[in-house]
């Protein structure tokens, strides 16, 4: 009896230690199992129209002496101002930004200079509004300062207003859930293909919002449109059961 006891124990201990191996080996084959993720991206976009403009105007006088040349630059801040306040803008939307003053007779080429054009005065304007439509429209009429005796400056004379969108703190909530309900909705038809099902998110990266031209032109700065459109692209990371 002894014995027999002897060796129902020892085949007991076998049992155990075999099938401890056998669960450490499953859980071994489990632990190497890959972990079977998605990746997916949800775009979310918005039309709006700009609602703040800019419009620099920069023109230029020139005169035999600085007091001439001074005398002609304040007739064409003049004559500026009187055309925005046709235009409907009040006062408080314009301001100088800069004088510039260049005697040419101290240039490298000052015996070509004419007397006349000596010192040349350039004055940096700007215009800025809430109200685009009428920048726009001021903009299209620019051709009436000319009339008026207004010198532009070459390098900015086609430069024009540029419209920028403010609001964009009002659509980000928005706009983010709408995003990552896109990217749920592609992930979810993605695991339906797999035979799978769409887990908790491993991780998610929102995007950067851009605000862009409403239409794409080329050669054209996006700031030179008044209509736009706000996007935002998510990238989220989900893991499949």
Same mark, same amino acid.
């Given at each position: 009896?002894? #014995?027999?006891?002897?060796?129902?124990?020892? &085949?007991?201990?076998? +049992?155990?230690?075999?099938?401890?191996?056998?669960?450490?080996? %499953? &859980?071994?084959?489990? !632990?190497?199992? /890959?972990? @079977?993720?998605?990746?997916?991206?949800?775009? !979310?976009?918005? /039309?709006?129209?700009?609602?703040?403009?800019?419009?620099?105007?920069?023109?230029? *006088?020139?005169? /035999?002496?600085?007091?001439?040349? @001074?005398?002609?630059?304040? *007739?064409?801040?003049?004559?500026?101002?009187?055309?925005?306040?046709?235009?409907?803008?009040?006062?408080?939307?314009?301001?100088?930004?800069?004088?510039?003053?260049?005697?040419?007779?101290?240039? $490298?080429?000052?015996?070509?200079?004419?007397?006349?054009?000596?010192?040349?005065?350039?004055?940096?304007?700007? +215009?800025?509004?809430?109200?685009? =439509?009428?920048? &726009?429209?001021? *903009?299209?009429?620019?051709?009436?300062?000319?009339?008026?005796? +207004?010198?532009? !400056?070459?390098?900015? $004379?086609?430069?024009g207003p540029s419209y920028v969108f403010t609001g964009l703190n009002d659509l980000k909530t928005d706009m983010l859930?709408?995003?990552? %309900?896109?990217? @749920?909705? !592609? &992930?979810?038809?993605? *695991?339906?293909?797999?035979?799978?099902?769409?887990?908790?998110?491993?991780?998610?990266? %929102?995007?950067?919002?851009?605000?862009?031209?409403? +239409?794409?032109?080329? =050669?054209? @700065?996006?700031?030179?449109?008044?209509?736009?459109?706000?996007?935002?692209?998510?990238?989220?990371?989900? #893991?499949?059961?």
């Amino acid at each position: 009896m002894e #014995f027999l006891g002897r060796v129902i124990a020892a &085949a007991l201990i076998a +049992v155990g230690i075999a099938g401890a191996g056998w669960l450490g080996g %499953q &859980a071994l084959i489990e !632990s190497r199992q /890959p972990v @079977r993720t998605v990746t997916v991206k949800g775009l !979310s976009e918005r /039309p709006v129209m700009a609602d703040l403009g800019f419009w620099p105007i920069k023109f230029v *006088a020139t005169g /035999p002496s600085l007091e001439d040349a @001074r005398a002609e630059l304040e *007739a064409a801040d003049a004559s500026v101002r009187r055309f925005l306040t046709a235009q409907g803008f009040a006062e408080e939307a314009m301001r100088v930004q800069n004088i510039f003053v260049e005697d040419r007779l101290a240039g $490298y080429n000052a015996s070509n200079m004419p007397d006349l054009a000596r010192f040349v005065l350039t004055e940096e304007f700007l +215009v800025t509004s809430t109200d685009v =439509e009428a920048i &726009a429209e001021a *903009a299209r009429n620019v051709g009436e300062m000319l009339r008026m005796g +207004v010198v532009f !400056s070459s390098d900015t $004379y086609n430069a024009g207003p540029s419209y920028v969108f403010t609001g964009l703190n009002d659509l980000k909530t928005d706009m983010l859930a709408e995003a990552t %309900q896109r990217a @749920r909705e !592609s &992930a979810e038809e993605f *695991a339906r293909e797999a035979g799978a099902a769409v887990g908790t998110i491993q991780t998610a990266n %929102q995007g950067v919002f851009e605000i862009l031209a409403a +239409v794409e032109i080329p =050669e054209q @700065r996006n700031e030179k449109q008044i209509e736009k459109k706000v996007r935002v692209v998510t990238t989220i990371t989900y #893991f499949l059961e």
